[in-house]
Structure formats: structure tokens, C-alpha cells
Antibody
Framework: EVQLVQSGGGLVQPGGSLRLSCEVSEFSSVIYHFDWVRQAPGKGLEWIASTCCDARSSNYADSVRGRFSISRDIARNSVFLQMNNLTGDDTAFYFC???????????????WGQGTLVTVSS | DIQLTQSPSFVSASIGDRVTITCRASQDINSYLAWYQQKPGKAPKLLINAASTLESGVPLRFSGGGSGTEFTLTIGSLQPEDLAFYFCQQVNGEFAFTFGGGTQVEAK
């Protein structure tokens, strides 16, 4: 069973930056899609970013576009989320996820990291 | 973006009850819908994909149905381990991957 292990997160001041990492326990072909999802404390799930294949294949939610950047390091089996110009609205648990069968039209999020808390506060 | 509206937002049911949660999409999404279960402090777990396909290892008391704009998740006989939050998600890669607002299933 594949495992996604997250690191990064913590307390950051408004306007600051943070980088989250997500290491996958097994090799994921370049064609696998990865996503980041966040959840404000006590709230629902919000998809924020996805990537596949190369940097040109990245997509973002309106709430983070231009501030967040998703990337992959295939050799290190890792996915990253660079978060810049953070505000209090970005305070949330952040989850990475690997989508299922890359040849499927159904982009369900089959495997998830354990989540990491990002708190934006002065 | 496609909006997903779940109802009810809260369910209080007895162990052994049949529980049904509804997810309505703001436009036709065919069968591009998934259901997740989330327990406090844990990551979501995929239960059902393509509206009605049960993931491996998920108990058979869970079932999904519907297509187009209206979908359901049914727990045939509620068990203590099923007390959790449930979310629907549209999974068509042509659109943003929106989630429903969630339904909390609690024991009566």
C-alpha cells in the first residue's frame, strides 16, 4: 500500500512563505496526478492545486492562484507546495493526495498524506 | 466551477439504521462523482468512485447511486465505525475538483 508522508507546515506570519513536502513511498510514474487539498479547522475540504507530467500541467484554485506553486521531483518521489504571501485565510490542515489510475477519466483522490497544519498569525 | 450541495449537513441515526446522504451538482457531471469518509484528525478515505463503484476493502453496506446532477451515498446498516464526516467530490478533470460541504453522521 502506497504511503504519502508529509512534512513542513507550522506557524508563519502574514505575508510570509512556507513550503510543504509530500514524499511517496513508492515510485510514481510521471503520468500520475498529484493534488493538494486543505481544510480550515472545523470546515470542509477545498481542492487547491494539482499537477501532472510537467509544470505546464498544473492547475490552481482561484483562492491560491498566483501565490501557491505545486511541483514534483520525480527522482525523489516527492511533491511540493510552495506557499507565498500567506494570509489568515490560508490557515488550515493541508493534505497531499495521489490520484488513482492515470489512464482513467475519473480523477478520484485514492491515496492521502497524513496532513499538516499551517497557521498564519502574527 | 461546479458547485456541490450535500444534504443533510448533519444526520443523527441509531446503529443499524439505513442512512442516505444526497449530493446535488450545479450542472450535469454524468457519473464523475466520488465519496469520501473522514474521521476526526485523519485524512479522507475514498469510498466510492464513478458514482457507484465501491473501492476495494470498503464494506458492502456502503453504496452509491445517481448520475447527472443528483447522487446518493447509502449506508445500509449503520455501524459504530461509520460515525464520521462524508464528502462528495466531482472528479471530472475538465473542471476544478470541488467538494460538497460535508455531512456529519452521529449516533442517536
Amino acid at each position: 500500500e502506497v504511503q504519502l508522508v508529509q512534512s513542513g507546515g507550522g506557524l508563519v506570519q502574514p505575508g510570509g512563505s512556507l513550503r510543504l513536502s509530500c514524499e511517496v513511498s513508492e515510485f510514481s510514474s510521471v503520468i500520475y496526478h498529484f493534488d493538494w487539498v486543505r481544510q480550515a479547522p472545523g470546515k470542509g475540504l477545498e481542492w487547491i492545486a494539482s499537477t501532472c507530467c510537467d509544470a505546464r500541467s498544473s492547475n490552481y484554485a482561484d483562492s491560491v492562484r498566483g501565490r501557491f506553486s505545486i511541483s514534483r521531483d520525480i527522482a525523489r518521489n516527492s511533491v511540493f507546495l510552495q506557499m507565498n504571501n500567506l494570509t489568515g485565510d490560508d490557515t488550515a490542515f493541508y493534505f497531499c493526495a495521489r490520484e488513482g489510475n492515470p489512464y482513467s477519466d475519473y480523477h478520484s483522490f485514492d491515496d492521502w498524506g497524513q496532513g499538516t497544519l499551517v497557521t498564519v498569525s502574527s | 466551477d461546479i458547485q456541490l450541495t450535500q444534504s443533510p449537513s448533519f444526520v443523527s441515526a441509531s446503529i443499524g439504521d439505513r442512512v442516505t446522504i444526497t449530493c446535488r451538482a450545479s450542472q450535469d457531471i454524468n457519473s464523475y462523482l466520488a465519496w469520501y469518509q473522514q474521521k476526526p484528525g485523519k485524512a479522507p478515505k475514498l469510498l466510492i468512485n464513478a458514482a457507484s463503484t465501491l473501492e476495494s476493502g470498503v464494506p458492502l453496506r456502503f453504496s452509491g447511486g445517481g448520475s447527472g446532477t443528483e447522487f446518493t451515498l447509502t449506508i445500509g446498516s449503520l455501524q459504530p465505525e461509520d460515525l464520521a464526516f462524508y464528502f462528495c467530490q466531482q472528479v471530472n478533470g475538465e473542471f476544478a475538483f470541488t467538494f460538497g460541504g460535508g455531512t456529519q453522521v452521529e449516533a442517536k
